[in-house]
């Protein structure tokens, strides 16, 4: 089972979202970054079919040359191969983001000799979200796919896999043939932390940099803002215990208590 | 050129969200058609349809068109769109409406522009704005295409059944061309949500972050979620500490809620959990830091120690029913 895992590197804002002067992205100057959560999953997915039924795990990126930083915490959970399309700096439309994992994923496959039995994505990016790029690679690599999986059960006799997704109205259960893909989301399972020996593999491995060229598609971002947020001033009730009698008098005004 | 609109139903149930939907198309359309997509036997929606200002209704009929199956439904809406040459498409920012136009914008290698709360049809391009993070950025973009795809952000509203009868619809039979061995995922089990409280319909939210401290920590947040007929929820600390399972989770990748009230306890209010439960008429706010963000966000805030405020309004709800009840109020 060799598992294909497409990660994006994203900014972890805090409590307010800063834009760049310009108005075209997140000011990230001051922020970290990680995988998005959905992804972690992802890669958390990975690495335990690859040890219930041997095989690989291979995380992909596209993105700066710093995503090579997300790239070595997948390594140090666990993965064994690391990719980067590196595109450089500022935010790609979702129709050339997928179009650049494409290319990548063919040149692994043609070049490289990969096979692919599973392609995992986060259901959607963290910061554009733009719901669509793990289809469309999909699609472009004729794989059957589905989104919002939070579980997944291989079935490597009869070479199927079902995925177990979670809906408004209940569960629904999929199954596909292999190689499949799905895009996956948070609650999937609890993704580890690193061990310290991962942290050290992680390192010393090499990453492997695939360079391709991508168009824009008819989808232009023109700029990013942040809505007015109108709230009142907080009203402070008290503190510690005695203000247990002020905050049941609020829950009765609510009508709930 | 007209527009499209798909109606994803339950059982002849439309559900909100698609009317917003049809309704966006209909401003897009400026006059000219606006044209509905279901995938299946038509239930009857003919004069809900009508009444929003539908005027065809294209019935997408195939036998592998039955259960939902994301890669049949795309295919099929993508050899339509095809066919049809429509000006463009506004489907529903669901779950399933993202996932047919993605599916569909894959196939007919269209862009697609999700979760829009804005489109206007401007000469040539559509302008939008598109909602990020839950709605906490705004991203203002334009979408030029042959067929311009979009899906919108549900708004509250209330579903509307079918009711069969005349309609004066235009309904067209659309059979998609599906090969047998057509590559796909097949829906092979369904299981229906009990009844009882959940996290997205609760009218109290009582949620714990990292301020909670432990699995043991939430006792007393579920014994005030009972007494107030409402649902435990967490911040991400909580769910990655294995405190709560990931199901209660509120933010950007859990739960989006909106109740009456959401008491946040020990949560210091990070964009990513904001997102999740700003919808809430009103929040209370426990925290031991009177700057954290979720204090300043809060309509109330108690400065204190969750594991003090918490077990204390509890024990001041219940005595308060025992006098209410004419009982002697044990002694604190
Ligand atoms: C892409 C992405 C997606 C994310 N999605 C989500 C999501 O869906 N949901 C989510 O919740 N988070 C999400 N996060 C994480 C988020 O950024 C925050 O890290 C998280 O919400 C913080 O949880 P917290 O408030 O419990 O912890 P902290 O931020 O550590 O805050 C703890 C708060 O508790 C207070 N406190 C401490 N001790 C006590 C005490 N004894 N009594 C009272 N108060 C006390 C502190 O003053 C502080 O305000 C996401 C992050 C990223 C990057």
């Given at each position: 089972m060799n598992v294909l895992v497409c990660v994006k590197r994203v900014p972890g804002t805090g409590s307010t979202i800063l834009l760049t002067d310009d108005g075209m992205d997140v000011d990230t100057r001051h922020l970290g970054f990680t995988i998005g959560p959905h992804e972690e999953c992802a890669v958390e997915e990975a690495i335990r079919i690859a040890a219930d039924h041997g095989g690989q795990v291979t995380v992909l990126t596209v993105g700066p040359a710093e995503a090579a930083e997300q790239l070595r915490d997948a390594l140090s959970m666990g993965a064994d191969h690391a990719v980067l399309v590196d595109t450089g700096p500022g935010e790609l439309d979702p129709e050339a983001?997928?179009?650049?994992?494409?290319?990548?994923?063919r040149q692994l496959q043609d070049e490289a000799g990969a096979r692919f039995?599973?392609?995992?994505?986060?259901?959607?990016?963290?910061?554009?979200?733009?719901?669509?790029v793990g289809v469309r690679v999909a699609c472009e690599l004729g794989l059957p796919m589905v989104g919002g999986v939070k579980g997944v059960e291989l079935d490597t006799d009869a070479g199927t896999v079902r995925w177990r997704r979670p809906v408004a109205a209940g569960v629904e259960v999929y199954e596909s043939s292999l190689p499949a893909a799905a895009g996956v989301a948070e609650g999937l399972n609890l993704p580890r932390y690193p061990s310290m020996r991962g942290r050290l593999r992680a390192m010393k491995a090499v990453i492997t940099t695939l360079h391709v060229d991508v168009a824009p598609s008819g989808l232009r971002k023109t700029g990013l803002r942040r809505p007015a947020e109108e709230r009142p001033a907080t009203v402070v009730?008290?503190?510690?215990?005695?203000?247990?009698?002020?905050?049941?008098?609020?829950?009765?005004?609510?009508?709930v208590a | 050129m007209s527009v499209f609109t798909i109606i994803e139903h339950d059982d002849g149930v439309v559900p909100a969200a698609c009317l917003q939907a049809l309704t966006i198309a209909g401003e897009l359309a400026a006059g000219d058609t606006v044209e509905a997509v279901v995938f299946g036997p038509d239930p009857g929606l003919g004069s809900v349809l009508a009444a929003n200002g539908v005027t065809t209704l294209h019935v997408v009929d195939h036998e592998l068109v039955t259960d939902y199956?994301?890669?049949?439904?795309?295919?099929?809406?993508?050899?339509?769109?095809?066919?049809?040459?429509?000006?463009?498409?506004?489907?529903?920012?669901?779950?399933?409406?993202?996932?047919?136009?993605?599916?569909?914008?894959?196939?007919?290698?269209?862009?697609?522009?999700?979760?829009?709360?804005a489109v206007t049809a401007d000469p040539g391009a559509w302008t939008l704005t598109r909602a990020r993070v839950g709605g906490l950025l705004l991203e203002d973009a334009e979408l030029t295409a042959s067929t311009k795809l979009v899906t919108v952000v549900?708004?509250?509203?209330?579903?509307?059944?079918?009711?069969?009868?005349?309609s004066g619809l235009l309904t067209q039979t659309f059979v998609p061309d599906l090969a047998a061995d057509f590559v796909h995922s097949r829906l092979v089990e369904r299981t229906e949500r009990g009844s009882g409280v959940t996290l997205a319909t609760a009218r109290v939210v009582v949620s714990g972050g990292r301020g909670v401290g432990s699995s043991e920590g939430f006792a007393p947040l579920e014994e005030l979620a009972d007494l107030l007929g409402g649902a435990v929820g967490c911040s991400r600390v909580a769910t990655s500490n294995g405190w709560r399972p990931?199901?209660?989770?509120?933010?950007?990748?859990?739960?989006?809620?909106?109740?009456?009230?959401?008491?946040?306890?020990g949560i210091s209010g990070a964009t990513q959990h904001w997102v999740g439960c700003m919808g809430a008429k009103t929040i209370l706010a426990i925290n031991t830091d009177p700057e954290a963000p979720m204090v300043t966000r809060a309509t109330y805030a108690v400065t204190g120690d969750v594991h003090e405020v918490v077990p204390a309004v509890v024990a001041e709800i219940r005595r308060r029913a025992d006098i209410r009840a004419g009982r002697r109020p044990a002694l604190a």
């Open positions: 983001t997928a179009d650049a994992l494409v290319q990548a994923v039995d599973l392609v995992l994505f986060g259901n959607e990016s963290a910061d554009a979200g733009h719901y669509q009730l008290g503190s510690g215990a005695d203000s247990a009698g002020a905050v049941v008098d609020v829950l009765e005004e609510l009508g | 199956s994301p890669e049949i439904y795309g295919e099929s809406l993508a050899q339509l769109l095809k066919q049809a040459g429509p000006a463009g498409v506004v489907a529903a920012g669901t779950d399933r409406g993202n996932e047919i136009m993605a599916q569909a914008a894959a196939r007919s290698r269209l862009p697609l522009a999700t979760n829009c709360v549900p708004g509250p509203g209330d579903d509307v059944s079918a009711s069969p009868g005349a990931h199901s209660d989770q509120v933010g950007q990748t859990g739960t989006k809620v909106s109740p009456e009230l959401y008491i946040a306890c």
